[in-house]
């Protein structure tokens, strides 16, 4: 069992940064890839960036690449998302996730890959 709970968000104006936190519970954090996703309002929740176990490989959707970065400590449980050049669009609730399943990078972008998810952290961009 791996709970987990996001940290960081907040009101920024557009073009400027915010990092988010994930801090996990559990001995294990190192078994598990982590997701990041996120859900505006009337809208899918979808993927934003994952990392595998060791931190060693990250993958990004298109809409954050270039912008977004995604690293974890494996010594403090805890996976983070730094975001720059924020727009009013990457405005939404932003989840962490966990996954124990070993797969293909493209199934790291499915919700149904992950096994544990945090409870949100609210980004919001002004413009």
């Known amino acids: 069992q791996v709970q987990l709970v996001e940290s960081g968000g907040g009101l920024v104006q557009a073009g400027g940064s915010l990092r988010l936190s994930c801090a996990a519970s559990?001995?294990?954090?190192?078994?598990?890839?982590m997701g990041w996703f996120r859900q505006a309002p009337r809208k899918e929740r979808e993927f934003v960036t994952a990392?595998?176990?060791?931190?060693?490989?990250?993958y990004y959707a298109d809409s954050v690449k270039g912008r977004f970065t995604t690293s974890r400590d494996n010594a403090k449980n805890t996976v983070y998302l730094q975001m720059n050049s924020l727009r009013p669009e990457d405005t939404a609730v932003y989840y962490c996730?966990?996954?124990?399943?070993?797969?293909?990078?493209?199934?790291?972008?499915?919700?149904?890959?992950?096994?544990?998810w945090g409870q949100g952290t609210q980004v919001t961009v002004s413009s």
């Open positions: 996730a966990a996954t124990s399943s070993f797969t293909g990078i493209f199934y790291y972008t499915k919700i149904s890959t992950y096994d544990y």
């Open positions: 990392i595998s176990r060791s931190g060693g490989s990250t």
């Open positions: 559990g001995r294990t954090f190192s078994s598990y890839a």
